[in-house]
């Protein structure tokens, strides 16, 4: 995965306001990637660019060797959902649903696995992320760490090659979040791209890079080992 180039400005009535000011990475198989930085910072915008839910202004993106930056309509959409797995602060599994149903909606809406496989495919996911007991649960039935995890065996649903998380331990405690962090870390074991933002100070852990942001521009970018006390977020 790589960007080159990038910028996103928004304009509003007071003037442009530049959002990412000019973003050069390169990230490869089997890194976990932390990406910090205060509010305001830019760490969510290059996550929605990078996944293909927002576009550039300008600036060129590459990931699983496709030019997303020339992507359109119903092409992105295919490419996303085979490429990359998402997962939300706030999990956004379907209410209606039980959870291996919600594991096995992207391959519904993809066609990447076999009907008669979807099941036993999401029941695999559940399991490797520890929950598998919940599969015939509604969401509401589930702790907020559960969710989570059901939320993650849904983005590996269609065997994405990058993992991408925005603030996925927000509304977890701490030994969840641990918990959560260490599958993401065992994922990029096995040679998955994830790329996580976080406002969380405790990452180096887990993470095997830290980039942070600030004021839309790299401001730091250290492979493992603890943040600098004056890049944390």
């Known amino acids: 995965m790589s960007a080159r180039g990038l910028v996103k400005t928004y304009p509003l009535p007071s003037g442009e306001v530049t959002a990412l000011g000019g973003i050069d ?30 576009r550039p202004t300008t600036g060129e993106i590459v990931v699983a060797g496709t030019s997303v930056h020339e992507l359109r309509g119903s092409r992105l959409a295919a490419w996303r959902g085979r490429t990359i797995g998402l997962v939300f602060q706030f ?10 149903e919600n594991v096995m909606l992207p391959m519904d809406l993809c066609a990447t696995v076999p009907a008669r496989q979807r099941r036993s ?3 695999g996911l559940l399991e490797q992320v520890g929950i598998l007991d919940q599969a015939g649960k509604l969401p509401s039935a589930l702790s907020g760490g559960q969710q989570q995890r059901a939320a ?13 998380a925005d603030e996925p331990t927000g509304n977890l405690d701490s030994a969840t979040s641990d918990s959560v962090l260490d599958l993401f870390a065992q994922l990029a074991a096995d040679g998955r791209t994830v790329l996580m933002v976080t406002h969380e100070r405790d990452v ?3 993470a095997t890079r830290h980039i942070t942001l600030g004021d839309g521009l790299m401001a730091g970018d250290t492979a493992g080992g603890n943040l600098p006390e004056g890049m944390l977020p």
């Open 152 to 164: 993650i065996a849904r983005a590996l649903a269609n065997e994405p090659p990058v993992l991408m």
């Open 25 to 54: 990475l390169d990230v490869t198989a089997g890194e976990f990637v932390a990406v910090v930085g205060r509010s305001g910072s830019g760490k969510t915008t290059l996550l929605n660019l990078l996944a293909g839910i927002d």
């Open 204 to 206: 180096s852990r887990h």
């Open 121 to 123: 495919r999401a029941d």
């Open 91 to 100: 999990f956004q599994l379907l209410p209606t649903l039980t959870v291996a």
